[in-house]
């Protein structure tokens, strides 16, 4: 009794102790509230009373009863038989270490905060993120809904099995009794599941007063298991099993088990002799099978001294139909009759697989202490210590019975499911002191009690979901009645666990709520783990005996678990679970619970921007990162929102891009138009669909504004390397030259920070996001070479479905002398290299068309090109060279500058026309070289 040495603070143990079993419930808080708003004195009472549980009436007794439950009373008996003491001992124990695993990441998040009502839910949910809360929450929802109707198919196996077998609405003949069974499973259960749904309606005061007789059943029955197993050591029960060659024999079939017996001197024919025989006589036609082998009649329980322990070490697994025959006895095989088959025999396939997720439920239940947590006197002690506890306790009970079970019971009536060669009685009753009756009733009315607590507690966990608005098609189910009972939700979960009343087979729905569990518990496990690794100054666990290993290895198990008990169910539930966390991440409302999830893609993030700055991206790498400069109006909305639209086209979502603005003035003073801007532009950005960061600054001047964005904005490797701004218009017309100005300066300053520029002409005119181009071209005029950006453009946009039909056109610029039709075999060929489609057209202009300053450059970079090939520099000489004529060329440019702002109002040409004729004249023939070695060039394959 240590769990209860806190009730015995101010009374004495007994009266502690009974005080606290007459207010015993097994409700979460969140019912309890709603029980007592029913009536004003209950309200009353609330407000003066505080929450006083301890840890062994509100933690370890509910657990206790959660966990123990159906599978133990129906189908552990017959797990131990069909799998063997060591098999079944390998399953207990992976079951139980799971639970405790996650027990102990339920402890340290538990003990974090505190836990309101939706338990398992809330712990995620605000660990996780809403996404990986509102998945996970469902799937415990339709796992604790699913868990409702295996109880109530329990409750009616129980009543129409073992207590009264002749209410069965549908009676089964010629084999057919299991089909028949399934109908009656159908039609009882639908019944009690009204019945059941109409109690919860009509108040869940009913089941809290009904909470401490179903406690009491699941204590006393366990009690009746041990105190069995220490009777049978000495004085073993009676309960005859026959048996005819090695196969058992259904009970209800004989009266004496033999074939013939003496009466009156005279030798008679029994009951199981006209079962394989076609007439009472001694010289009848009877089975082969029946003829060849004798009739033997064991003890169903040898007892714990009898040594049959070594008989059901191994596992007996077997096919639907399969007969239960008993190893190591006497038989003579024969072909068996058509017309007969009266022996116990397999309901479905068997394996190991299956045998898991039918047990696993049975270990499940170990949040109900976690769930109540408001009513806890010390939940930060309760909760860790009450659960680990209880999980311990259950643990010793199922490994002890494995073994006790096999110690005591014949192996044919371990794998006898349903007591039919024990004369219809629980395997496990049988075995149990001081009668059947107790084992029976007893899980009669526990099974019965776990069904309502889940139609009690599944609807107010799906109410907790939908108040928190984070899944929007779920919000009716957040009202219910005046006192917040969940009306709705009660109708959800009452026509889901028709569902599975309608599968009718407890061992068919168990391996589904088990895949719903486990994927709740992997993530209670994947919660503490990343909470641990993060160390977040908010992760302060009272509970210190968790590590994060141990939380992985849970959530490792877990995983296991699910492909072991169901690969194709493993994989419906994860699908189930996706589709809800895509949904709540598409549709599902903001929420900002400073989740795990967040601080880990912080982490993520600083990581992948360290890595950034180690190295230069690579050519292959390279994409346009934009720097978009918007300008604002006088209301501060955006003034061209087209630029955006045609961001989104040119990005199409892939990369970086940060949209930024300048406001003029002190920060001081236009905080607050600067903070109106920013969002702005971001509702700007969400109705062109741009994704991207927005960056609002505050400057003296525009001028000093964009050469500040254009200088820091971005973070580490994540900078920009491209600016896309919009033509000044009228800038002709304007009387003030500093609209000009500043464009010109903006030109230079990304010159300067060596970034590619992108004007847009017109802006205004270009498509929106929502029009489509059936037909049209995308026109390049390639005159300069650029290192390739003019030609990535159009390809970029043809991304976008505003552009995808349209076609690309390459427009170059040839001199009369030159072979136009080689420069376009040579160009579509550099094309083809590139892999870009498109149409080639070499234009021929007279030699006064063509502009001086884009024929040097055209000639000075194919100069520079030819003469690297000729020198036959290695890579990094190449390299070394390419950034020597770069330095030389930004220092004129830099000179060039300087004598530009020393006399603003004359522009200097490098090139007048009488130099330009001499220098054409004069290298007429390098040039043409040049020209045509411009689409010879291939590019570097690396590089592709």
């Not at 399969?322 to 068997?350: C, R």
């Not at 254009?710 to 896309?724: D, F, P, Y």
Request: proline share 4%.
């Amino acid at each position: 009794m240590a769990l209860f040495e806190e009730e015995m603070d101010s009374n004495p143990m007994v009266s502690s102790l009974l005080n606290k079993l007459a207010n015993y419930t097994n409700l979460t808080q969140g019912v309890v509230e709603h029980e007592e708003a029913e009536n004003n004195e209950g309200a009353r009472k609330k407000e003066i009373k505080s929450p006083r549980m301890g840890t062994f009436i509100g933690v370890y007794l509910p657990c206790l009863q959660n966990i123990l439950g159906v599978i133990l009373f129906l189908r552990f008996t017959w797990i131990v038989g069909t799998a063997g003491i060591l098999e079944s001992f390998a399953i207990v124990f992976m079951c139980c270490s799971c639970t405790m695993l996650t027990a102990i990441s339920m402890s340290a998040i538990a003990t974090n905060g505190v836990v309101p009502a939706g338990g398992s839910y809330y712990m995620i949910s605000r660990s996780l993120g809403p996404e990986f809360g509102g998945a996970v929450g469902l799937c415990f929802y339709l796992g604790t809904t699913f868990a409702g109707s295996m109880y109530i198919l329990g409750t009616i196996e129980i009543l129409l099995t073992y207590i009264v077998p002749n209410a069965a609405i549908f009676k089964g003949e010629n084999g057919g009794e299991s089909e028949a069974m399934l109908n009656n499973m159908r039609v009882y259960g639908t019944c009690c599941i009204i019945l059941m749904a109409l109690v919860v309606y009509v108040g869940v005061k009913y089941v809290n007063k009904l909470a401490l007789v179903f406690l009491a059943c699941v204590m006393l029955s366990i009690f009746a298991i041990y105190a069995g197993v220490i009777k049978s050591a000495f004085d073993p029960p009676d309960f005859p099993v026959c048996l005819l060659g090695n196969r058992i024999l259904l009970s209800r079939n004989y009266d004496v088990c033999a074939k013939v017996v003496i009466e009156a001197n005279e030798t008679v024919t029994t009951k199981l002799w006209s079962l394989f025989c076609d007439s009472p006589s001694l010289n009848a036609s009877c089975n082969e099978y029946f003829k060849m082998n004798n009739v033997t009649e064991i003890k169903g329980i040898p007892g714990l001294a009898s040594g049959v322990i070594t008989d059901n070490l191994w596992s007996d697994y077997g096919l639907q139909g399969m007969l239960v025959e008993k190893k190591g006895q006497p038989s003579i095989s024969a072909p068996d009759s058509e017309f007969t088959s009266p022996y116990v025999s397999n309901d479905i396939a068997t394996f190991f697989t299956l045998l898991v997720g039918i047990y696993f439920p049975s270990v499940t239940g170990i949040m109900a202490g976690s769930n109540r947590s408001g009513d806890l006197k010390d939940a930060q002690k309760s909760i860790p210590v009450g659960t680990i506890m209880a999980i311990a306790t259950t643990s010793f009970i199922y490994m002890s019975c494995v073994i006790l079970f096999g110690a005591c019971i014949e192996g044919v009536v371990l794998r006898d499911k349903f007591g039919e060669a024990v004369s219809g009685n629980l395997v496990i009753g049988i075995l149990s002191w001081p009668s059947p009756w107790v084992i029976v009733i007893g899980s009669f009315f526990s099974t019965c009690g776990a069904g309502l607590q889940s139609l009690t507690g599944a609807p107010r966990l799906l109410q907790a979901i939908a108040r928190d608005g984070i899944v929007p098609f779920l919000q009716v189910f957040g009202h219910g009645k005046a006192n917040g009972e969940p009306t709705w939700a009660l109708l959800l979960t009452a026509g889901i666990c028709e569902i599975g009343i309608l599968i009718a087979s407890l061992d068919l729905v168990a391996p589904i709520l088990s895949m719903f569990f486990l994927m709740c518990y992997m993530f209670v496990n994947l919660a503490c783990a990343v909470q641990t690794l993060l160390c977040t100054p908010n992760w302060r666990p009272r509970f210190k005996f968790y590590h994060w290993t141990l939380s992985f290895l849970g959530m490792s198990l877990c995983l296991a678990l699910m492909f072991i008990c169901s690969w194709y169910y493993a994989l419906i539930a994860m699908l189930i679970a996706g589709c809800i966390y895509k949904y709540i991440e598409y549709r599902g409302a903001e929420k900002e619970w400073g989740d795990g999830i967040r601080g880990l893609s912080l982490n993520a993030a600083r990581y992948a921007l360290i890595r950034l700055e180690e190295a230069p991206p690579h050519t292959k790498n390279w994409r346009p990162q934009l720097m978009v400069l918007l300008k604002l109006d006088s209301e501060q909305n955006v003034k061209h929102a087209r630029l955006l639209s045609f961001t989104t086209q040119l990005k199409a979502g892939k990369g970086l891009t940060i949209v930024g603005s300048v406001i003029e003035g002190t920060y001081m003073a236009k905080r607050p138009e600067a903070k109106q801007s920013e969002q702005n532009v971001k509702s700007a950005m969400a109705a062109e669909k741009t994704k991207g960061f927005c960056h609002v600054v505050v400057s003296s001047n525009l001028r000093d504004g964009f050469s500040h964005l254009i200088q820091s904005a971005g973070l580490g490797g994540m900078k920009h390397n491209t600016v896309l701004m919009a033509w000044p218009n009228l800038w002709k017309q304007q009387e003030d030259p500093i609209s000009w100005r500043n464009f010109i300066e903006t030109v230079r300053e990304t010159t300067a920070a060596h970034q590619a520029l992108l004007v847009a002409k017109n802006i205004d005119s270009f498509p929106s996001n929502q029009e489509r181009f059936s037909n049209g071209t995308i026109d390049v005029w390639w005159i300069v070479h650029d290192g390739g950006l003019l030609m990535l453009l159009p390809f970029l946009l043809q991304q976008h479905k505003v552009w995808r039909k349209c076609k690309m056109r390459i427009f170059t610029v040839a001199q009369m002398v030159d072979n136009s039709i080689q420069m376009k075999k040579d160009l579509q060929m550099f094309l083809y290299h590139l892999r870009l489609n498109a149409e080639v057209e070499v234009v021929e202009m007279h030699e006064s068309d063509i502009s001086a300053f884009t024929y040097e450059k055209t000639l000075v970079m194919e100069q520079r090109s030819q003469m690297l090939k000729q020198m036959q520099l290695s890579r990094n000489e190449r390299e070394r060279e390419a950034q020597l004529i770069h330095d030389r060329n930004t220092a004129s440019h830099a000179a060039i500058s300087e004598k530009v702002d020393a006399v603003p109002d004359r522009v200097h040409m490098t090139w007048t026309k009488e130099k330009f004729t001499a220098e054409r004249n004069r290298n007429r023939e390098p040039a043409g070289i040049g020209v045509r070695d411009l689409f010879n060039m291939k590019p570097e394959w690396e590089s592709l």
